[in-house]
């Protein structure tokens, strides 16, 4: 992107969990961002989310390279990386599911294209306003989305860690919603696992986009505050900054 500088920061903490199943791209030269956090415990989630990291920069590389658009670009690299977890899952001893959430951010040239499946959000700060970009694949959130929940009785709901979509999901057979944007300078892209945004609220990124003009010490910071705040879970994030 020509008129814009960007930077990006990055950061990922076991937390209390005995092994750390999210994985991150950070990729400034290829302008590939990702944030997958691994199902099914153990070296399932590992082997879930390692094989998102492995194989959807590479797609996307290829694609673009083959001058597809950043839309087919996304929906590709996504759809190969959960076709690969799909097989590797029919490979495995046990009989235990295995998969992973992803976010995912491309740029090219003035564009930036976000897509997720799971409930890894991407959000972007820019001034005052905060916008997720993506929604949450829950059973909760879908059910706020029909009106069946009020937002309050989905946080206490059982459903809410209970996800519907995600890489490696079996019934999962539609696409992935993309969503493209035009970069301002100033703007904040911050692409978390639920680790983070289970802890990190909306003021708490309006605030720190503005305070912390290194996107590496704020990513440093989110997932801090996310740890001192309680989450028990793997916590990661990537910021992206546009300057």
């Given amino acids: 992107m020509p008129d814009l500088d960007v930077k990006v920061g990055s950061c990922s903490a076991q937390g209390k969990r005995s092994n ?6 950070a990729d400034l030269r290829e302008h590939v961002f990702l944030v997958a956090d691994g199902m099914g415990g153990q070296e399932h989630g590992e082997l ?9 920069p590479k797609v996307v590389r290829h694609s673009l390279a083959a001058h597809l658009d950043g839309t087919t670009a996304v929906r590709r690299a996504l759809g190969e990386a959960h076709q690969a977890i799909l097989q ?33 959000p991407a959000y972007l700060v820019r001034g005052e306003l905060v916008e997720q970009l993506t929604i949450d694949h829950t059973v909760a959130d879908a059910l706020v989305r029909s009106g069946t929940f ?4 989905a946080k206490n ?40 945004s289970g802890f990190v609220n909306a003021d708490d990124l309006r605030e720190g986009a503005a305070r ?3 996107p590496q010490v704020w990513a440093d910071f989110l997932v801090m505050l996310a740890l001192e ?14 300057g």
């Fill in 48 to 56: 879930a989310s390692g094989l998102a990291k492995e194989i959807i």
């Fill in 88 to 120: 590797a899952g029919k490979e495995t001893a046990s009989s235990r599911k295995m998969g992973t959430t992803a976010v995912l951010a491309v740029q090219q040239e003035d564009q930036v294209w976000v897509a997720g499946v799971g409930d890894s």
């Fill in 150 to 153: 009020t937002a309050d009785q």
């Fill in 229 to 242: 705040r309680g989450s028990s879970d793997n916590v990661t994030c990537v910021v992206v900054a546009f």
């Fill in 157 to 196: 709901s059982p459903w809410r860690n209970r996800l519907y979509r995600f890489l490696g999901c079996q019934e999962m057979t539609d696409e992935p919603d993309v969503r493209p944007f035009t970069p301002q300078a100033g703007d904040r892209l911050v692409l978390a696992s639920d680790g983070l």
């Fill in 20 to 25: 750390n199943e999210d994985t991150f791209v």
């Fill in 212 to 214: 912390y003009a290194d």
